[in-house]
């Protein structure tokens, strides 16, 4: 109630009141205490009267996340545990099986798993949903119940029921627990061409990207034809790292802008001098898994006409988090801006769309797995400005450039169909060259 006392005092040095003003504003605070009252009515008779008796702290967390909730997917109450798992996970390193989920009418959805981690090597893909844990319902239950049963020591096995939705029944995955080092960057050359594959955007990986790119011309003993920056299940992350790995391949330009809540709210970055790709071409690589900052990296490189975005519509998550501390142990991540491409789209809902759209051929459930984005979350944020692409995606007119069949190309040894097509179309730029392999893991950097 202070804050809305204080709102009134700053209103009244602000302007001069009128009776009608003032009037509104008593209104106004008058409707809040009642809305107050009503929240601690309620607060009082679940602590009398429940069948069991809850504690106060699990009543007023409860309470926060309802708030939260009603907003947007991507606010929300960070208590301790919520909150060290946080910056562990931006500091680059956690314990578990490599999932990022989220919680879907009592279901535990998978968003994307992590490169390199169980649950990316069993095969797991975003859109799964997990309903056992160990033969055992969880449906129903909290997300931090669900994550605390997929998490322990190292070396354990859970077992995993999955419901794939495009399959007739469900299938068990049995995953062995792995303390999580994330890497953030790695990194391989083919046929002359640099591979930078990015997983996350945590505190190393703008540092990583240059040092990879720097690795590769090493490795190469000169310059490459050009690079592939795979974005593909990438979830995101810090928002500053998208603007350092945008700035690694541009010269100049505006990378993102973000707009807040008041009209003149606007914030830009721009690249500086320094283009570490050498102006050599670019193709990016997105699916319906790349989301948020990869999304950035993405509109950056496609609006500067600095890159090719091949692959799939992303995930269209165009709003900014912020974290806002409230004691030294828990905060509050509220969504604080929308973010916009250097030609003044919004992602929001809609994603990016790939220049040139190439199906992941070699994976056998492609056509028939639905793609979870933004647009399927409830109360998602609304993009007034988006244009119905709905045609573009529901076009089944065979392209005969994609005509293959998953087992065509294994017996080719394409493992990989997006990223082969890319490595061949940079490839396609430039004169032949023999084959040279290399690969490893991107270490520190600078900016030369």
């Known amino acids: 109630m202070a804050k809305f006392l204080l709102r009134s005092v700053l209103l009244v040095g602000a302007v001069a009141l009128t009776p009608a003003i ?39 967390k409860g309470a926060i996340d309802g708030m939260l909730a009603s907003l947007d997917p991507h606010s929300s109450y960070l208590d301790v545990r919520d909150y060290q798992n946080l910056r562990t996970q931006t500091d680059g390193a956690y314990g578990g099986l490599g999932l990022t989920v989220s919680m879907e009418d009592g279901a535990v959805k998978i ?5 390199d981690t169980p649950a990316f090597k069993a095969g797991l893909k975003a859109g799964d949903y997990i309903t056992h844990l160990d033969g055992k319902l969880i449906y129903g239950g909290t997300l931090d119940e669900a994550v605390d049963q997929m998490r322990g020591k190292p070396g354990t096995a859970v077992k995993l029921t999955i419901v794939r939705p ?25 046929d002359r061409v640099g591979i930078v594959n990015i997983n996350t955007f945590n505190k190393q990986t703008g540092e990583a990207v240059r040092a990879a790119l720097v690795a590769i011309d090493k490795a190469v003993g000169g310059q ?26 541009l010269e100049r330009g505006e990378i993102v802008s973000q707009r807040g809540r008041e009209k003149g709210d606007i914030e830009r970055y721009y690249a500086r001098p320094g283009d570490f790709s050498h102006g050599l071409p670019i193709i990016v690589l997105i699916d319906a898994g790349s989301a948020s900052a990869a999304e950035i990296v993405a509109g950056a490189l496609q609006d500067n006409r600095r890159g090719l975005v091949m692959g799939e519509r ?59 984005r933004e647009a399927d979350l409830r109360r998602h ?48 730029l430039g004169k032949p060259a023999p084959v040279t392999v290399a690969a490893g893991s991107a270490g520190k950097g600078g900016r030369r």
């Open 22 to 60: 003032t009037a509104a504003i008593a209104a106004t605070d008058a409707e809040t205490y009642r809305e107050m009252d009503q929240f601690m009515n309620v607060f009082e008779r679940v602590r009398a009267e429940y069948v069991d008796k809850v504690d106060d702290k699990t009543l007023i």
């Open 314 to 372: 992303s995930f269209g998550k165009g709003s900014v988090q912020t974290l806002l501390p409230l004691t030294d142990e828990t905060a509050l991540r509220l969504t604080t801006a929308r973010y916009f491409t250097p030609s003044g789209r919004s992602v929001q809902e809609g994603g990016i769309q790939p220049d040139i759209r190439v199906p992941q051929l070699s994976d056998p459930d492609f056509k028939d797995r639905p793609r979870l």
């Open 166 to 190: 495009g399959r007739d029944k469900p299938f068990d995955v049995t995953l062995v627990r792995e303390s999580i080092t994330l890497k953030p960057v790695k990194w391989e050359i083919k």
């Open 224 to 249: 490459p034809l050009g690079y592939v920056v795979d974005l593909r299940s990438n979830p995101g992350g810090l928002l500053d790292q998208a603007i350092e790995v945008s700035d690694a391949f």
């Open 381 to 428: 944020l609304i993009n007034e400005a988006k244009v119905d692409e709905s045609v573009i995606e529901d076009d089944t007119k065979t392209d005969p450039r994609f005509s293959l069949t998953a087992v065509q190309l294994e017996k080719q040894g394409v493992k990989d169909f997006q990223l082969d097509y890319a490595v061949k179309a940079i490839a396609r």
């Open 111 to 115: 968003i994307a798993p992590t490169e």
